[in-house]
């Protein structure tokens, strides 16, 4: 059995809008009764539960804790923490995780993604024991058995240590001007702490959460705000986090983005100097085509993995490998981490830059991109990625581009778009190919919807 042919479950959780699908009270209690009795059954009794910074959290965690209680587990309440903060705290307090989330999207949206005891994403076997259970009849313990909840004040705290510890000792960010960008999610009440405590001057923002303004024309998935307040505060560098802290995209001090290639790139750079035996670096299908070369210029070996930090968490184990990532920002440093943590990799580029006297915008030099082109295009219905016009338009392009360049289209596992890929070594190019592919796709969900 496949991914692709579980009901419930994606590549990274389950996500939706609220009120549809799973992501309603009452199936959101039936969906964490479900997962309770799936862990007790692997003599698992305990859950760490957390939620980004979404409204709708507060009707999901208390559904969430009814659920676990009802198959009884002991539920571990963090309150608003990222999902990185989840991770490390199920290894901590020897628990599963669950964070409630919909990432890097908007407020409508919410979802799950879930922890191992070790720290890592469950594995294939027992989501597919928990749409097992799922479809059996809610049946709760018996009265002695239930489970009960207990709130983990000091959270936030033991996450942000868990940080500094992964920075190295001699090091102080003294003299940095950071602006950070906390997206009004989860990293809210931690990011600005730490880096402050580490020594540099932090201006934030992004730290307002209302409930409806998370990832809203802020964060890693919109960073020009933050490249406009770099420049107005003439700041070093600017870090900007998705809604529950797993990604991080950069801004250096002449307000130019730094994205998650980049910031791979600069870490793996940082690693080879501190004689670290990194194996070698895994991207993605999306990942730019420039990190390739510039690993093979530093004799790092480079694999492409399938879109998804699953995939590349898989390649790197696979491999023994250390480093990997993707261009949305989403780095795995797993001498640090078992999972991706936006904190942590941002970190590490600022140790990089403080170890080699760089500022990131001559950090990043050492890489030079090709231009990319990445055209979202929403869909009314689902497409057929093999309908003869898309074949047919995505055969001229790779004919145009020849070895020059690459095509690449894909349906989201997150959100209802096709993301249409180009890119070759020519930006006018690049620019007007994209544009055309984008177009044949859209009118084609156009006709469809």
């Known amino acids: 059995m496949s991914i692709q042919e579980k009901k419930y479950f994606g590549t990274d959780g389950i996500r939706g809008k609220v009120g549809q699908g799973l992501i309603s009270a009452d199936k959101f209690l039936k969906l964490c009764w479900a997962i309770g009795m799936t862990l007790a059954d692997k003599k698992i009794f305990s859950i760490v539960l957390a939620k980004d910074t ?5 009707m999901l965690e208390a559904a969430a804790e009814a659920g676990f209680v009802a198959a009884g587990l002991d539920v571990f309440l963090l309150g608003p923490m990222s999902t990185p903060g989840v991770a490390y705290l199920t290894r901590s307090l020897k628990a599963a995780g669950l964070m409630i989330t919909a990432s890097h999207n908007l407020c409508d949206d919410n979802g799950i993604k879930l922890f191992s005891p070790h720290g890592t994403k469950l594995s294939d076997e027992l989501e597919y024991l928990i749409e097992e259970y799922i479809e059996q ?7 002695k058995n239930l489970g009960r909840a207990k709130r ?4 936030s705290g033991r996450y942000i240590e868990f940080c500094k510890n992964t920075f190295p ?6 003299g940095l ?19 402050r405590e580490l020594g540099a001057e932090v201006i934030a923002i992004g730290v307002s959460p209302d409930g409806l303004n998370i990832n809203y024309q802020c964060g890693a998935t919109a960073p020009q705000d933050l490249s406009a307040k770099v420049k107005e505060h003439k700041a070093d560098l600017g870090i900007a986090l998705d ?15 730094v994205d998650g290639d980049e910031i791979l790139f600069i870490i793996t750079r940082w690693y080879l100097h501190n004689k670290k035996e990194i194996g070698g670096v895994a991207g993605t299908q999306m990942s730019n085509l420039g990190l390739e070369l510039a690993c093979e210029k530093l004799k790092v070996p480079f694999c492409r993995t399938k879109v998804g930090d699953r995939y590349v968490l898989e390649a790197m184990q696979q491999r023994n490998w250390m480093l990997g990532g993707e261009p ?18 941002a970190l590490r580029v600022l140790a990089a830059m403080v170890t ?7 950090q990043r030099q050492y890489m030079q991109k090709h231009p990319q082109e990445l055209i979202n295009v929403r869909m009314n219905a689902a497409i057929d990625l093999n309908h003869p016009e898309i074949v047919a338009v995505v055969q001229t392009a790779e004919n145009e581009l020849q070895k020059q360049g690459r095509v690449l289209l894909r349906s989201s596992g997150t959100e209802p778009v096709v993301r249409v890929m180009v890119e070759g070594t020519d930006q006018v190019k690049v620019k007007r190919i994209a544009r055309e592919i984008a177009s044949t796709v859209e009118n084609l969900t156009h006709i469809r919807g």
């Open 137 to 143: 009849p809610f049946t709760t313990v018996a009265s």
């Open 169 to 174: 000792s001699h090091i102080s960010l003294k």
């Open 328 to 345: 949305s920002g989403h780095i795995l440093c797993l001498d640090a981490h078992t999972t991706g943590d936006g904190i942590i990799a």
């Open 356 to 362: 080699f006297g760089e500022t990131l915008f001559e």
């Open 177 to 195: 001007k950071i602006v950070v960008d906390c997206a009004n999610g989860a990293a809210y009440n931690v990011a600005p702490h730490l880096f």
């Open 243 to 257: 809604g529950d802290g797993d990604r991080v995209i950069m801004v250096d001090h002449t307000g130019a983005i």
């Open 54 to 58: 979404r409204r709708s959290g507060y």
């Open 152 to 155: 983990i004040n000091d959270a």
